[in-house]
């Protein structure tokens, strides 16, 4: 009874649909190999058919009854002689059946098990299989995705033609812009036959197209060929030292590329170190470009050395590197004896006050003409300004002197304000970002009542407040020759707008004005408007972006526009404000007011 129970509550339970179908089969095999062959052939009436011959029976090996007798008639048959040849095609033919069945039988059960066996988890060694497997080709189940020699050959079909497209372009204009493009050291390859025996491509520019040293030997042969290429653009590209290095070796062969344009290129020390070798040889070359790399004062030193060897070279940007007072110490002795250098860029590379001094004592005795100074962002106080102030006393050729981005204060501004008293050449003074206030730039504003040279004066980011403004306004009211003021992010306020507005009623020059950033709101807005109603012929750009201007004060400037005619503004920028779809409508109805009475045409930029 527990035995019956417990079979019972065995197959009560609900099994699996792979389970019953593997004990389905194990019945159907097992059955069919509980059944033998029992001969009982007699072995001197082998074909008989009668009541004494002996015949096949058909005996169930699991059933107890009548067993003796199944062995009796077992050994009966073992008795008989050898079975004769008729004998063995007739157990052939009744047992081939039982065989056949029995073998299709084993089969299925066997696919059956692997089919509904569980997956074993996968071993490393099937994962490193399956991995090598797949390496030569790499399934996707999106659709169209394993078609991957088709599409391999249509993109590379379309990159082929994108070539043969830039190629027809460097050999049909005078300047080609390829920046961008993404070519890579193979496209460059392609391109770079292009280049050879060119009569037309002047400038071009292969910038930031994921260009690496190997990529440089794509121009051996070409430059040394071509004689019309002026500029060559590679910033951008990762060429490192070792591409520096290949392609200085080409251009010591090149006499007619006047621009290189290395910026951003990954360079070090010895990169610098082998465009200095180049510059010795090469006498064509008249700018070159290293800002933003890497190149410190082994690479300044080396460059200086060049200098004192090379007089052809012009202008020389290392903007954004790592100089310091040393190699900034090494360059101002080189050009002391350098008579070709008209612009130095050093914007960026940490000189301090003690680097600036030596820079300043080469500069004096440099026996060439410098037009442009660079030596923003170059962590300068008064002390360093008390320097550049003796320079500028003395030279006479400097046009555009930049100080941006330091931190000269009010003293430092005074002692720069007393050298411009005494200089006559500097057309360009950018003096932003170095914390001056009202009393600095009040000092600079009384230069500009005796100073017509001066045409561009930037103070942008310097805390300069109303006061500033106002003793701004008062000497540009009437006095100087400043075109471009620039006054962004000096906190001026309504207060300070209504001073600069009051000016521009009687100023005659300025015609480009930058006042962002500076508070102005709806008050400023509507003083500036009250200016522009006046005739005023040289104010042409007015830039109001991030002055908290809302549409009371773009109503004011529209009413504005529209109201002189002879206006001269054709750029109005009053982006990033608070206007709202009434306020820009306004202003645009203006624009187009102005056009239709004028056919005058006014950017406006919200």
Not at 64 to 71: F, I, L, M, T
Not at 231 to 250: F, H, M, Q, W, Y
Not at 299 to 315: D, W
Not at 588 to 604: C, G, N, P
Request: charged share 20%.
């Amino acid at each position: 009874m527990s035995l019956s129970t417990s079979t019972l509550s065995l197959y009560s339970h609900p099994q699996p649909p792979q389970l019953r179908l593997r004990r389905r089969l194990q019945s159907l095999a097992g059955t069919a190999i509980q059944f033998v062959i029992l001969p009982t052939l007699n072995r001197r009436r082998p074909f008989g058919l009668g009541a004494g011959s002996r015949r096949f029976v058909v005996k169930a090996e699991g059933t107890s009854a009548r067993a003796s007798g199944s062995r009796r008639v077992y050994r009966e048959s073992q008795a008989d002689a050898t079975l004769s040849v008729a004998s063995v095609k007739q157990i052939a033919t009744n047992v081939a059946p039982f065989g056949v069945f029995l073998a299709l039988t084993i089969v299925i059960w066997k696919l059956v098990e692997k089919l509904v066996a569980p997956t074993p988890k996968q071993s490393k060694s099937t994962t490193a299989e399956s991995q090598s497997a797949s390496q030569g080709l790499k399934w996707s189940f999106a659709a169209g995705t394993n078609l991957l020699s088709q599409l391999g050959a249509k993109i590379d079909s379309q990159s082929k033609q994108k070539l043969n497209e830039f190629a027809r372009e460097l050999r049909s204009f005078s300047y080609t812009d390829m920046s961008g493009r993404n070519f890579g050291d193979e496209g460059l390859f392609f391109l770079a036959e292009s280049l050879a025996f060119n009569q037309n491509a002047e400038e071009v520019s292969f910038a930031a197209n994921g260009i690496t040293a190997a990529g440089m030997k794509a121009f051996d042969g070409v430059l040394q060929s071509n004689i019309t290429l002026k500029t060559l653009d590679l910033s951008g590209n990762p060429v490192g030292d070792e591409g520096a290095k290949c392609l200085c070796d080409i251009l010591m062969g090149n006499s007619t590329i006047e621009k290189l344009q290395l910026n951003s290129a990954d360079l070090g020390d010895e990169g610098a170190k082998a465009i200095a070798e180049m510059l010795k040889k090469n006498s064509s070359l008249r700018v070159l470009e290293l800002n933003n790399n890497m190149i410190e004062y082994s690479g300044f030193t080396s460059l200086a050395g060049a200098l004192l060897e090379n007089n052809s070279i012009r202008n020389i940007h290392l903007n954004g590197n790592y100089g310091g007072a040393l190699g900034v110490n090494a360059l101002a002795k080189a050009l002391e004896g350098n008579k070709s250098i008209r612009e130095l860029h050093l914007h960026g590379n940490s000189i301090g006050d003690e680097g600036i001094r030596s820079l300043m004592t080469g500069l004096t005795s440099h026996k060439g003409k410098l037009t442009l100074l660079d030596i923003g962002n170059n962590s300068l106080t008064a002390k360093g300004a008390f320097y550049v102030a003796g320079y500028i006393k003395k030279i006479k050729s400097l046009l555009w002197l930049n100080i941006y981005m330091n931190d000269i204060g009010d003293e430092g501004a005074e002692k720069l304000a007393d050298a411009l008293k005494e200089n006559r050449s500097i057309t360009t003074l950018d003096m932003g970002g170095n914390n001056i206030h009202a009393v600095g730039v009040g000092a600079v504003a009384k230069v500009l009542k005796d100073n017509s040279v001066i045409t561009t004066l930037e103070l942008s980011y310097n805390p300069i407040g109303p006061d500033g403004a106002k003793a701004l306004a008062e000497v540009i009211k009437f006095h100087g020759n400043v075109k471009t003021l620039k006054l962004g992010w000096c906190q001026i306020g309504a207060k300070g707008a209504e001073f600069i507005a009051d000016a521009l009623k009687y100023n005659t020059t300025i015609s480009v004005l930058d006042l962002r950033a500076n508070g102005l709101r709806d008050e400023g807005a509507l003083c500036l408007a009250r200016s522009l109603k006046v005739v005023n012929e040289a104010l042409t750009s007015l830039d109001l972006g991030f002055n908290e201007i809302r549409d009371d004060g773009a109503f004011a400037i529209a009413q504005a526009l529209k109201s002189n005619e002879d206006v001269a503004v054709t750029s109005l920028n009053i982006g990033s404000n608070f206007l709202t779809k009434f306020g820009q409508s306004a202003l645009s109805d203006a624009r187009d007011h102005v056009f239709e009475m004028t056919e005058k045409e006014i950017a406006i930029f919200f």
